[in-house]
């Protein structure tokens, strides 16, 4: 069973099952936030549950994939494939069923059950990563602790009726994968740019500027830290506030917009737009108050993670599989989509256009992950096609 083409690959079982999860998960959402049915989440309210599952188990998913098929071309580490993928994939699945049936289980075994996946991922990845030659690659590790942080104590205040620190368990996971969208997607997007740069005999983007890097991390966990801990507006605003200019500036280095006739490279960088603008709402509403406060995490989650996301999913299920990099169409469709239902997203918060404006966006974000599943879904369980010499 292992010699399955399925288990080659992290990218291959976690992109299938986080793009099959996706438009299940929007679709029970729907229902629940229509009021057609009732989800089976017990005292769990709705837009915890919501925001739980896209975190950790669709995102979760993507990301896992992601960072697992990367690493060994980028870091030099032991691909993880058949009998470990298996685990992992089985714990994530495991997961996903302790938090559903959560109702009819015993309080602490779904929290226990669902915390499962970053502990193995991280036992599995951190010897590799002490071995590599980049050490910035140990960064991965304080990132996934992060995430598992995030998650036990989301659990631990559903357990104590503790919402409001559910809440801030969810925000930190965020900031989590921002953090790694900001580490990970800054070493790629500048990379696939220049190639299609140079390619096309259109220049080449600056060369890395450590000092700029380090203070745009930096900015970023500073506003992290300050909006976990409820600092004053002002000082949360300030941060954001740098984080819009630090990383709009870092991004209009890399030189996107000559090759914005590259969808592959286009869709990142829209990502990455995307990403400076939430900062810019998230400044916005702290010093002035104009927009609201959750503007900008749906600028960042539905706009600028959804379209990473796809743009990534495509790339790798297309190299990593032996196909040339040409994006089908309906992936084109798809990337279309993804930035329509940000932007209708955006403006159901920001105007309160009401509940037919967010399930539009709804299921165009839901309709361009099964577009994903409809295209890659086959590729993803069927060995790779022999690269040509």
Same mark, same amino acid.
């Given at each position: ?50 925001? +739980? *599952? ?59 059950? @669902? ?83 140079? *390619? #096309? ?25 300050? @909006? ?32 914005? @006739? ?6 990142? +960088? ?22 609201? *406060?959750?503007?900008?995490? +749906? ?78 879904? #086959? ?8 690269? #040509?010499?």
């Amino acid at each position: 069973m292992t010699s399955s083409p399925l288990w080659a690959s992290a990218f291959r079982p976690f992109y299938f099952l986080g793009a099959l999860y996706a438009p299940l998960l929007v679709a029970a959402w729907l229902g629940a936030y229509l009021g057609l049915w009732n989800l089976p989440t017990g005292e769990v309210p709705l837009k915890l549950q919501h925001g +739980h *599952e896209f975190i950790f188990g669709f995102a979760a998913a993507i990301i896992t994939g992601i960072v697992l098929t990367a690493l060994p071309s980028w870091a030099g580490t032991e691909e993880i494939r058949g009998g470990r993928l298996m685990l992992l994939v089985a714990l994530w699945l495991l997961g996903r069923i302790a938090v559903w049936t959560s109702p009819w289980l015993p309080p602490l075994l779904p929290g226990a059950i @669902d915390c499962l996946l970053f502990p193995a991922a991280l036992i599995m990845l951190t010897p590799q990563l002490l071995g590599a030659a980049n050490r910035l690659y140990l960064l991965l590790l304080p990132v996934l602790l992060a995430l598992f942080a995030a998650n036990a104590t989301y659990h631990h205040a559903l357990f104590t009726a503790n919402h409001g620190q559910a809440g801030t368990a969810l925000r930190l996971a965020i900031y989590a994968i921002i953090v790694l969208y900001v580490l990970k997607g800054g070493v790629l997007a500048p990379v696939f740019t220049g190639n299609a740069l140079r *390619e #096309k005999g259109r220049g080449t983007p600056a060369p890395c500027n450590m000092p700029l890097e380090i203070a745009a991390t930096g900015a970023l966990l500073l506003l992290a830290a300050l @909006d976990l801990l409820a600092a004053p507006a002002v000082w949360t605003g300030a941060a954001a506030l740098a984080c819009t200019a630090l990383h709009g500036w870092r991004c209009a280095r890399w030189k996107g917009w000559r090759v914005a @006739d590259v969808p592959l490279v286009l869709v990142m +960088h829209l990502g990455f737009a995307w990403l400076v603008f939430a900062f810019a709402l998230k400044a916005a509403a702290e010093l002035t108050g104009i927009v609201p *406060e959750a503007a900008w995490l +749906h600028a960042f989650t539905v706009g600028s993670l959804g379209l990473m996301m796809l743009g990534l999913m495509t790339r790798v299920s297309l190299r990593h599989t032996g196909r040339p990099l040409d994006v089908p169409g309906a992936m084109l469709v798809a990337y279309g989509l993804m930035f329509a239902a940000a932007l209708l997203r955006l403006a159901a918060t920001v105007h309160g256009l009401g509940s037919a404006v967010v399930t539009l966006s709804a299921v165009l974000w839901a309709t361009a992950f099964a577009l994903c599943f409809a295209v890659f879904g #086959k590729v993803l369980v069927t060995p790779s096609v022999p690269r #040509k010499a």
